[in-house]
């Protein structure tokens, strides 16, 4: 039985719908932002790193969600949720999620967590408001490279789809217009209609927009 | 024959070690920062993003050093750069690589390339200032729990180690006291005592310190 280490309205929520594509056994730990838990001793000595996602598992802890959502489909491969024997397009699949972490993510992180990166108040504001741009930037080349349709990869549902999904989630609040995205929109739709989903959703109690 | 398009310096040096390891046919193919050859529509064609490193393949275009090293290894199985069929541990290898891709490059990106994240000159200053900060708190982390030893993996050489080396040459310039990185700088040293390393950083034209 796995552990899942999760907050509402993060990227854990990637791993914890992979985890539910696969039927995987776990239990769901939510890690309270609001009072730091994050930044507690008894969290630390689970992830170092004061984040979530990290699963605990029979044979220690993970964390970054590109590496999870790998670690999901190669240890369950009955839920096909990667073409693992096929070393280019498990790359794609990997350069897909890659994208999402370091570029992504990080242009979004820069309205809430900019102190990570300046200490002045009035860098941390600069830093705010630049998101849209960055963020819609970023979603142009999805909608336009990237998501192949109707799953990231084309045909074939795989971890790409998850994490896609719940960086989407946040487009609304970084105010991107999300009217010049209908083929992200139609995706985060086709993601909805599946049960996977829609349980990671409730069991995480995250709003998509 | 591959061609990997790369740029003195950058991160593309990890890629360049990997398939010097893997004995893999490329040509290593430059790309003129100076001249902001990456933002040229030829270069654009080739990889959307303006970055580097990509790696023109037989099936297509690769771009992402965690996807592009996950690549050489497992199309180069016999070079034995990451422990393929065991799930688990290729997860600690990824998300290694993840983390150096999502947190300790984008928190050196910070020093020169901070107009991706705000437009005023005074914050893209501030930003600058605390790179030696955050880069010291990433290597403090990896020096004291995640590099294992001798290599980053144990016993046993992974495409964790390209990349490591590769980020940790940037330590110098990003005024990081390596005196307190003992074990960092014994990897660096333990990377350069192997052929294919010497071998990739003299075709880069890469300055080691």
Chains 1, 2 share one sequence.
């Not at 992979?18 to 890690?31: I, M, N, Q």
């Not at 498990?90 to 992180?109: G, K, P, R």
């Not at 989630?169 to 909805?192: A, C, I, N, Q, Y």
């Amino acid at each position: 039985m796995f552990k899942l280490y999760y907050a509402p309205g993060t990227c854990a929520l990637a791993t914890h719908i992979a985890l539910e594509e696969a039927a995987a056994p776990y239990e769901a730990v939510a890690v309270d932002f609001g009072s730091q838990a994050q930044r507690s001793s008894e969290y630390l000595a689970i992830n170092p790193k004061g984040r979530v996602p990290a699963l605990v598992t029979e044979r220690g802890t993970l964390t970054e969600t590109p590496a999870l959502l790998c670690f999901v489909a190669q240890r369950f491969p009955e839920a096909d949720l990667a073409p693992l024997a096929d070393p280019l397009a498990l790359a794609q699949v990997q350069e897909f999620n890659s994208y999402l972490c370091s570029t992504v993510h990080v242009a979004h992180a820069h309205g809430r967590r900019g102190a990570r990166w300046a200490d002045d108040p009035a860098a941390i504001d600069a830093m705010k408001r630049k998101v849209p741009s960055t963020m819609t930037e970023c979603f142009e080349l999805i909608e336009g490279k990237l998501l192949k349709g109707p799953w990231v990869m084309g045909e074939r549902y795989t971890i790409c789809d998850p994490y896609l999904f719940t960086i989407g989630s946040w487009l609304e609040g970084d105010r991107v217009d999300t009217t010049k995205l209908p083929r992200v929109m139609e995706h985060r739709r086709r993601m909805l209609a599946r049960p996977a989903v829609r349980k990671a959703v409730a069991i995480s109690d995250t709003r998509i927009p």
